[in-house]
């Protein structure tokens, strides 16, 4: 097959446009991906809507991939024709710069990020590096793809939370369902914080193992030993820093989020602490993918056409979808 379909960003804040484009045939160390499914992630309505700078224009957006491998470059190893690959954000790094040769290759200075600086998964085709490729396990190919950003960004942040048993997640969209049932398998008391009044998104957070659910002004019934923000409301890290406990932490999950408003020192007085999460690691991506089989994870998502992207992504910036919506080209 010599061509393939896209949605295409032509300029940020502007619907994305469908496309035909000629299949791009992988170059060395690269392989092509026949894809079966794609996440809308909220990154991708950041970059939509022109809140990160500098994207490749023209785009096609997307960075939770899951597809057969189509065709392999030169040099590349470890794949083969059909075999089923996930293609996370992390596009592409340097290898050379201090952050890289440290273990630290989420913070690169030069790296490439799927469905931002190269093209991604709205469409039929995309190549990717090889090396920044992953086996997924069975299973159905909508559910797993929310897995690639939504998991494995949430898993980071997870991780940096620290070990505490009461945590607090803010926003319970695609990366916090998937992480409750983390927590909740491995034994943590999950406090779920919604938008105000959003009962049908607290009885879905209860669902999946929360002991409490509630709006985001609301004081938890226990104090929490962390808070993850997925949420990209600046708002929102003053009153986890009051939720949280002496020694607590607060991680903020998103790539962009709207101003933090100042607030009293006495609410990060007593060692707490506010951190981001910047990208993921391939060690991030192997470890998650591991242990969310483990946990019997299971996603709930809402498939679209590939021609409706613009939908999707409606849906998702007016808060209308449990769980994540995925693409089926």
Not at 313 to 323: C, N, P, T, V, Y
Request: hydrophobic share 45%; charged share 20%; aromatic share 6%.
């Amino acid at each position: 097959m010599s061509v393939m379909r896209a949605m295409v960003l032509e300029r940020p804040g502007t619907p994305l446009a469908m496309c035909e484009r000629t299949v791009p045939a992988p170059a060395s160390g690269e392989i092509l991906v026949e894809i079966a499914a794609c996440g809308v992630c909220r990154t991708d309505l950041h970059v939509v809507d022109g809140e990160l700078p500098h994207p490749k224009l023209p785009l096609v957006p997307g960075h939770e991939i899951v597809g057969q491998v189509a065709a392999i470059g030169a040099d590349v190893s470890g794949f083969a024709i059909g075999e089923r690959v996930g293609v996370p954000w992390l596009g592409h790094t340097c290898g050379v710069c201090e952050y890289c040769r440290d273990g630290r290759e989420n913070l690169c200075d030069a790296p490439l990020f799927t469905g931002y600086t190269r093209d991604g998964g709205y469409a039929t085709h995309t190549v990717a590096d090889a090396r920044y490729c992953f086996p997924l396990p069975a299973g159905d190919e909508a559910a797993l793809a929310p897995l690639l950003c939504a998991g494995l960004i949430g898993w980071r942040s997870y991780r940096m939370a620290g070990e505490g048993k009461a945590l607090g997640l803010y926003g319970f969209g695609a990366a916090a369902h998937i992480l409750a049932q983390v927590a909740a398998f491995q034994g943590r008391r999950v406090h779920a914080f919604t938008r105000a009044g959003d009962t049908a998104a607290q009885d879905f957070a209860r669902s999946l193992g929360a002991v409490w659910a509630g709006g985001s002004e609301e004081t938890p019934p226990e104090p929490l030993d962390a808070a993850i923000i997925f949420a990209p409301v600046g708002a929102l890290v003053p009153a986890a820093l009051r939720a949280v406990k002496k020694g607590g932490r607060v991680v903020c999950g998103g790539i962009h989020m709207s101003d933090i408003p100042s607030f009293p020192y006495a609410i990060l007085w007593e060692e707490r602490q506010v951190v981001s999460v910047a990208n993921l690691t391939r060690a991030d991506a192997r470890e998650f993918l591991a242990v969310a089989p483990a946990a019997g994870v299971e996603t709930q998502v809402t498939p679209y056409p590939l021609e409706q992207a613009n939908e999707a992504l409606a849906d998702l910036r007016a808060g209308r979808l449990q769980g994540a919506a995925v693409l089926i080209p």
